[in-house]
């Protein structure tokens, strides 16, 4: 065969931030490197039993055939039903509610669905890199909306989405809980948003893969839960991935008005069967059994942030900032006066822990570390003791060359 030809789009992807660091991490540790990873959104609690018992025992009932290429009736009824309790949202599990293999075959299905060539993504700056490729394969373009740090929280309001606005816009794309800034969107920040997708008649793509790892009190609320209009305009991505700590199941469902989950399905059957039949069993079991364990699960978050944000307390020219829900603490190292890239390699070749820099999320990231706290126990102790003192000899250096 002669030279390959791959098809120019390829040319247009890229491998996600995590996948990035993780080909360095595995050279490191080749050359013997000792390296502690608070980098992934991995959550390190296993699957509740009474999950992985559903899956047991639907396997011996011989759920191994084809699923519904929609989704399994019973896990889409769950799934209307959770929808229903948790959010008051009302979905009808024939026709407006769709299974996919995590969100992220939901994510490219709803893309694959909406855009054509040309089109453009509205998409918060910084934001959880993997959108990016996607929008790029179906043919559309990103476009950063920059976001800001106010009182300790990034947030965007109505007036960036509308400096970033031309008429190519077809999307606004929302991750609520937010990815890698950890933010949870307020009311009155989603009607903003969603007043500003009327204006244009734009859709709104909302990953909720977060939604129940709030803290504080917090309570995660759905775009789709404004208002009927606002039902009509979402399309709802969410997984089991995070909630009943499910990442290799890949499991997940999205929910829009019949039209879109039409479109969704067909695209979706030229890639996918679907999770597992019995996956999507032990899915329906997770949905519809007692949610304590997703409790108890988001009060361990909340304990292990607070010990991020403790750890990283009174290093000069270090501020962490309070992530309001999801699994990632940013912190902000711009005055030690290096891109969050240089500081990332340092901690990875000098201090032996892995975190992601900022700039791997948009421009906006740019002077955050982004420090996951999904690995709890030892790990997270012996990571953060690493992230302290590699902090430290960064701010001691920095002051060093500023009297030089
Ligand atoms: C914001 C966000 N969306 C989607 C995903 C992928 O989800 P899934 O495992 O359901 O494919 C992740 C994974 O980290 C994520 O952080």
């Given at each position: 065969m002669g030279e390959t030809r791959l098809a120019p789009?390829?040319?247009?992807l890229r491998p996600t931030a995590v996948n990035q660091v993780l080909r360095e991490v595995k050279q490191v540790q080749s050359a013997g490197g000792d390296l502690v990873s608070l980098m992934r959104g991995q959550p390190d609690t296993p699957t509740p039993s009474h999950i992985v018992e559903a899956a047991h025992q639907a396997l011996r009932a011989g759920r191994t055939g084809y699923p519904d290429n929609q989704g399994e009736p019973g896990l889409r009824r769950a799934i209307a039903e959770r929808l229903a309790l948790d959010h008051g949202l009302e979905y009808d599990p024939n026709q407006e509610i769709l299974v996919t293999d995590g969100a992220t075959l939901g994510l490219s299905t709803a893309l694959a669905a909406l855009i054509e060539p040309g089109d453009e993504v509205l998409v918060p700056d910084p934001i959880y890199d993997a959108y990016e490729s996607p929008i790029r394969l179906w043919g559309g373009r990103s476009v950063a909306v920059p976001s800001s740090v106010q009182q300790g929280r990034f947030c965007f309001r109505r007036d960036a989405l509308e400096r970033c606005y031309r008429p190519s816009v077809r999307i606004v794309l929302l991750n609520t809980p937010w990815n890698p800034v950890g933010t949870v969107l307020t009311r009155d920040e989603l009607q903003d948003i969603l007043d500003f997708a009327e204006a244009h008649d734009l859709f709104v793509l909302s990953d909720e893969i977060y939604e129940k790892l709030v803290y504080d009190g917090r309570t995660h609320l759905s775009p789709a839960a404004l208002s009927t209009e606002a039902r009509r305009r979402c399309i709802v991505v969410n997984s089991l991935s995070k909630t009943y700590a499910m990442?290799?199941?890949r499991v997940g469902y999205c929910a829009g008005s019949a039209e879109v989950i039409a479109a969704m399905g067909l695209v979706l059957q030229q890639s996918s069967r679907g999770p597992a039949t019995f996956v999507q069993d032990a899915a329906e079991a997770a949905l519809r059994s007692a949610q304590s364990c997703v409790q108890r699960m988001a009060e361990e978050y909340q304990a292990r942030r607070g010990l991020v944000l403790e750890r990283l307390r009174d290093i000069p020219g270090v501020e962490a900032l309070t992530p309001e829900g999801g699994l990632f603490v940013m912190v902000d190292v711009r005055r030690l006066g290096r891109s969050s890239d240089e500081v990332r390699q340092y901690l990875l070749h000098e201090a032996g822990v892995v975190v992601i820099h900022g700039a791997a999320y948009g421009a906006g990231g740019e002077g955050t570390l982004r420090v996951s706290f999904a690995a709890g126990g030892e790990t997270l102790e012996r990571g953060l003791d690493r992230l302290r003192n590699g902090l430290l000899r960064l701010a001691e250096a920095g002051e060093r060359e500023a009297v030089e």
């Open positions: 789009r390829v040319a247009g990442t290799g199941w």
